[in-house]
């Protein structure tokens, strides 16, 4: 049985999610539980990529048209943003900002 990790929206992201049409926010919420709870690292041609210049790490899921970026924490994947395609480079920014390591 491979290891299971609990998926936790941040605050923000969770403001993210709640502001976008029901039908973007169950397709993210889908992807975050298929992709995320088992296998959150990127493997082969995936949907999940690392993104670099980040310490800790970040990862960033596909899903439609919208970007989750995340890091892993244990056995938690932690959402940190929800964004759409668009508006990835922004999200990055904001978040490179934050990072602990900036």
């Known amino acids: 049985?491979?290891?299971?990790?609990k998926v936790i929206f941040s605050p923000p992201a969770q403001r993210e999610i709640e502001r976008l049409e029901l039908d973007s926010?169950?397709?993210i919420a889908k992807d975050t539980k298929t992709y995320l709870e088992i296998s959150p690292l990127p493997f082969g041609k995936t949907r999940i990529k690392k993104i670099t210049g980040f310490y800790p790490p970040l990862y960033r899921l596909r899903s439609g048209d919208f970007r989750a970026y995340y890091r892993i924490i244990s056995t938690d994947v932690v959402v940190l943003a929800i964004t759409h395609k668009k508006n990835s480079e922004k999200a990055l920014k904001?978040?490179?900002k934050s990072s602990p390591n900036h």
């Open 25 to 27: 926010a169950l397709q």
């Open 94 to 96: 904001k978040l490179k």
């Open 1 to 5: 049985m491979k290891k299971r990790f």
